[in-house]
């Protein structure tokens, strides 16, 4: 890929290993939470770890950052896995914060002993009352004030469940005066009697994000541990932690989130679209999931450059969707093959052409390609399909398609000019006439007329018929989430467009599922997982021109 210049991570790993920190060893991370599937910004996450970790001969983990039993599932899981593979990264180690419970749980018990740790019996109302305001110290309370023996006993005790949910936390004895509201005495754990998809009933109390993510980086010695924005006041108690339970000293270095416009990108609004039924599933193709534009046809390359392109900054912006779009044309238009398929057919009638007499055609698979990439062929008759906007009824003076009295040459095949047309009784045209010039035969074209436009085509009698989902934004404005009211309510009405039956040329019978395909003029298209031999099913992942009417 083309030279750029660092980022100001890779300018950070550059210093790290000049000064020989770490022995010169690079291990990142990627920490999903398996809450729901990933989604484009969690790609921009994957590309920055796994890529800074490819560039200077580190090792990437896949940690499940799991401490929240109540909606956290193993499909998820499976999802994050599988969303990750296949956009091309492997993992040195499969992890899970929760593998670590037992660990966090010495390591909150070292703090009781420090006299750092306290057990509260307040509510989450009193604790936040006494945590005072930016402007304001905290008041903190008697709980505060517990000795080192009490507390090592209630911990056990919320440990072996004796306590409801809410009754007691663990919190931090840090500092209650601090300026960020962070330090002031965060909790470290809460009650919950909920069953962990992987811990099951072990637990009844779980660790706070602050308590578990920079111990489970300190555990695998994650040495440049990156995170997005919303992290910075979290830096401090990052370090504090890791400070006084004096271990591995992982960094933690944050990174402006990826915005896109016309869409959601939080896992609790996209679940709202899934549970909500606006959408067909989290891999709906109008998703800005993983699996979503999987599905749409995206390829995992044309991600990753898009990812390659916003570039990492440490201010937040608004990124437009047309980029994402730009990069998976510019990968299909180098590998798709082109084929002919009529969305919106109209029959076409060469009078002059014998009844009965089909010819073979050919046309190469890919004209971008060296050598076309092959070609294949397609019958050619005396009936064909074209689209309805290829013929005008009245053509206007720049009109170079199909109309009576003009010419037009039909892809790989023949010249024709337009000689009558029928109507049926609502005024649509149901059947448009025409000629031929024999000798006009794409390749082999002696009649010495030029024409101007090439529309495509394909013969009555042989097409294959397919169900094309044509797909626009899923929301009506830029960001939804800023709009007045709820996020739902700009859900774009028009988003999915079903033609039931297309007419496609016979080859594309043998479409496969992930491999994409251009149909002529009308963008690039994949078989949806849901088509099968007697009903295919198109969707189309993107036009072939930034066609979006702002
Ligand atoms: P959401 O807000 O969608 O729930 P999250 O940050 O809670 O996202 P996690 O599963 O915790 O989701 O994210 C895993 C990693 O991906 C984290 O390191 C997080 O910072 C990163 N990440 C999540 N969303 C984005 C985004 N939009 N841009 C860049 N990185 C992201
Ligand atoms: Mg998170
Ligand atoms: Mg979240």
Known sequence: ??????????????????????????????????????????????????????????????????????????????????????????????????????????????????????????????????????????????????????????????KAGKYADGEKVLRAKVDLASPNMHLRDPLMYRIKHAHHHRTGDKWCIYPMYDFAHGQSDAIEEITHSLCTLEFVPHRQLYEWFIEQLEIFPSKQYEFARLNLNYTVMSKRKLLQLVEEGHVDGWDDP?????????????????????????????????????????CIREDLNKTAWRRMAVLDPVKLIIDNYPDGQTETFSGENNPEAEGGDGSREFPFSKELWIERDDFMEAPTKKYFRLGVGLMVRLKNAYIIKGESFTKDAEGNITEIHCSYLPESKSGNDTSGINVKGTIHWVSAQHAKTAEIRLYDRLFKVEDPSNEEGDFKDYINPDSLQIISTAYIEPDLANA???????????????????????????????????????
């Open 512 to 550: 496969v599922a992930g491999t994409p395909v251009q149909f002529m003029r009308k963008g690039y298209f994949t078989l949806d997982k849901n088509s099968t031999p007697d009903k295919l099913v198109f969707n189309r992942t993107v036009t072939l021109k930034d066609s979006w009417a702002k």
């Open 286 to 326: 109008r998703m800005p999931t993983i699996s979503g534009l999987r599905r749409r046809g995206y390829t995992p390359a044309s991600i990753r450059e898009f990812c390659e392109r916003i570039g990492v900054a440490k201010r937040e912006n608004m990124i437009d969707v047309s980029l994402l779009e730009f």
């Open 1 to 158: 890929s083309e030279e750029r210049s660092l980022n100001f991570i890779e300018e950070i790993v550059e210093e790290d290993l000049a000064n020989g920190k770490h022995a010169g060893r690079v291990l990142t991370r990627f920490p999903p939470e398996p809450n729901g599937y990933l989604h484009i910004g969690h790609a921009k996450s994957i590309c920055l770890n796994f890529g800074l970790a490819q560039k200077y001969n580190g090792k990437t983990n896949l940690r499940f950052d799991d401490t929240n039993p109540v909606k956290e599932d193993v499909e998820y899981v499976d999802s994050i896995k599988e969303d990750v593979k296949w956009l091309g990264f492997e993992w040195a180690q499969e992890l899970y914060a929760s593998d670590y419970f037992d660990k966090l749980y010495d390591f909150a018990v070292e703090l009781i002993k420090k006299g750092l740790a306290y057990v509260d019996d307040s509510t989450a109302e009193e604790i936040a009352a006494q945590k005072g305001t930016p402007t304001e110290p905290g008041t903190g309370n008697e709980y505060r004030n517990r000795s080192v023996e009490e507390n090592l006993q209630l911990f056990a005790d919320m």
